[in-house]
């Protein structure tokens, strides 16, 4: 019985030093402040392997206990080193509750902390798209106006005629793109005029037969001043 419990005894002194390690090697990893999901992976199968070696402690605790009733043994010695382990045990889960402890609120505030990333991310994602977006329609000059997407300031006696993109202009009559991902703008016309500002340095046209291609150069150029593209086609 003796030498049983010696063997027991150091069996758990050996589970109890394995879980030492382990707890060590998971602050170890988890006070740099930021754990890959490897490493999350990793500090999970050590507490699994930690929680299964404080499992076989209480068995091989207990089952001395019970050879001890079982036989009638009054050795002081054993009760000692039995109650020894035992405090020794309680330690360790104490020590081990307050690790899970740290490694949940660590996990808490990682989780807390993507999802404020992950929604100020949507927020920006929406905000770019946002900004991306331009918009361009063309025609002749009557099928603009009667669309109420440009207006005509008559001069003196018809001279210095002026035509305007409206202040409400129906914006049903655009077509949407993303002026990073729009280099090309197609128009059906070979007669083109700008009717909104953009730098003449930002684009070129090119004619393909009857029609013209407006060959954006630079994009952020070309839409600084107007996000809104409005061409009229003879």
Do not use: C
Request: aromatic content about 8%; charged content about 35%.
């Amino acid at each position: 019985m003796i030498n049983e419990s010696l063997t027991f005894f150091s069996e758990i002194q050996k589970n109890l030093a394995a879980i030492e390690l382990k707890k060590d090697e998971i602050r170890l990893i988890s006070k740099d402040g930021e754990i890959s999901q490897d490493e999350k992976d990793w500090i999970l199968e050590q507490i699994n392997h930690i929680n299964y070696l404080r499992e076989e402690n209480l068995k091989k605790v207990k089952f001395l206990n019970d050879q001890l009733k079982k036989n009638n043994l009054k050795i002081k010695e054993l009760e000692n080193m039995i109650q020894s382990l035992l405090e020794s045990i309680q330690e360790k889960d104490e020590q081990i509750a307050v690790l899970q402890g740290d490694l949940n609120a660590l996990d808490k505030a990682y989780s807390r902390l993507f999802d404020a990333y992950q929604e100020k991310a949507e927020m920006v994602e929406e905000l770019t798209e946002e900004l991306n977006k331009v918009f361009y329609t063309y025609g002749t000059e009557d099928e603009l106006v009667k669309n109420k997407v440009i207006e005509r300031k008559n001069g003196f006696i018809g001279i210095g005629k002026k035509i305007n993109l409206m202040d409400n202009f129906n914006q049903k009559y655009f077509a949407q793109v993303d002026l990073t991902e729009e280099s090309e703008i197609f128009i059906e016309g070979s007669d083109v005029k700008f009717i909104t500002d953009h730098p003449s340095a930002s684009y070129k046209l090119i004619p393909t037969g009857k029609n013209t291609k407006i060959k954006i150069l630079n994009a952020r150029d070309f839409w600084k001043v107007s996000r809104y593209l409005v061409v009229i086609i003879d």
